[in-house]
């Protein structure tokens, strides 16, 4: 009775469900709209501070940042889970669900190792005494990139109920279930690609020399 029950208005509306796909792709729009908000304020503030003379930028010659090593393979990490979602996307539409279950683990395992591979450098910078309040510079790169870090968590959470979906529409198939699902894929890989910018437009600024931040902040109005 409870499964009747619940499957009755998507059964017996046909626009139920673009309504509902609808509220959930403008939600998730206007999350990112945010996020982008936030992200724009921080790297202005970021750009801003800079050309303060206590700044000691971690992309110095003699700095860290000047071996990305680390946080090239965590990008390259970054970048497969995110073909991965879009892969998951298109494949599920296709009979049997194709290597939908195969790409949405792989998109999974590789935003925890992007997640693990960042740790790693937080604690390459930590054991070699760049802590966040030695410097104005360290304290923004982890403050970008731990923000960054957090959202990307949060998107996990997403992907675990797309793949909870995938799951029982793979052993219980209805008409609901498959919708539902590639609904929450689809969400997810717009998530991750959007993620995947940020983190790259965050990478190339934290690793730029201080020329580039005296010439954005000059372009801005910002430097004298």
Same mark, same amino acid.
């Given at each position: ?5 619940? !499957? ?17 792709? @403008? ?73 939908? /279950? ?7 395992? !590789? ?14 910078? @930590? @054991? ?36 909870? /979906? ?45 020329? @580039? ?12």
């Amino acid at each position: 009775m409870l499964t009747q029950t619940t !499957s009755v208005p998507f059964a017996a509306s046909p626009g139920y469900f673009d309504q509902r796909s609808a509220s959930a792709k @403008t939600g998730l729009h206007l999350l990112m709209a945010a996020m982008s908000s936030m992200f724009f304020l921080f790297l202005l503030s970021y750009i801003l501070r800079s050309q303060v003379s206590d700044w000691e930028a971690l992309s110095e010659p003699w700095q860290p940042l000047a071996q990305t090593g680390q946080l090239w393979f965590n990008t390259a990490l970054l970048v497969v889970a995110s073909i991965s979602l879009e892969l998951a996307r298109r494949s599920i539409r296709q009979p049997e669900r194709g290597h939908s /279950r195969e790409l949405l683990m792989l998109a999974g395992l !590789s935003s925890i190792g992007f997640l693990v591979g960042q740790l790693v450098f937080w604690n390459f910078l @930590t @054991t070699r005494g760049f802590f966040a309040d030695s410097n104005p510079a360290n304290a923004f790169f982890f403050l970008l990139t731990g923000l960054h870090a957090v959202h990307l968590v949060g998107g996990l959470v997403a992907w675990i109920v797309a793949t909870v /979906r995938l799951e029982r529409e793979r052993r219980e198939p209805t008409e609901e279930g498959l919708a539902l699902t590639r609904l929450s894929v689809e969400l997810c890989a717009t998530y991750w690609h959007f993620l995947l910018v940020v983190w790259m437009l965050l990478f190339a600024l934290l690793s730029s020399s201080p020329g @580039t931040y005296a010439a954005i902040a000059k372009f801005c109005g910002l430097g004298d």
